[in-house]
């Protein structure tokens, strides 16, 4: 084999490990995603429809989960960055409301 196609190679290793370490990085995320219980909750409760900020919040303090609207919002970018929910817009109320993913329907699977 050529010495300029084993550079060719290697290359491509370095390329391949940079994506094995995002891969890596975001199971990682994911995981930590769905499976802290707040957040467990919050995909439990977009899971049956899109929701506003507030009425996540209001449905996660009935359940003694949550009573601070800071950390509804560190949980929701945390979900977010796991690709578990989406922002959406209401066309009709302008409102912003949290879908969940694909990636965020794992929640049907885990014990709760």
Known sequence: MPLERRE???ESWSKHEKTADETR????????????PIRHAILEI??????TKDEIFELLKKQDLLNEKD?????LDFLEKGHCIEKI?????????YKITQEGTVVDYLDK
């Open 89 to 97: 817009s209401d066309q009709q109320t302008k409102k912003i409301l």
């Open 8 to 10: 060719d190679l290697s």
């Open 46 to 51: 977009v899971n049956q429809k899109p929701m």
């Open 25 to 36: 990085e975001f199971h990682t995320l994911y995981l930590k995603a769905v499976n802290h």
């Open 71 to 75: 950390m509804l919002k560190y949980h």
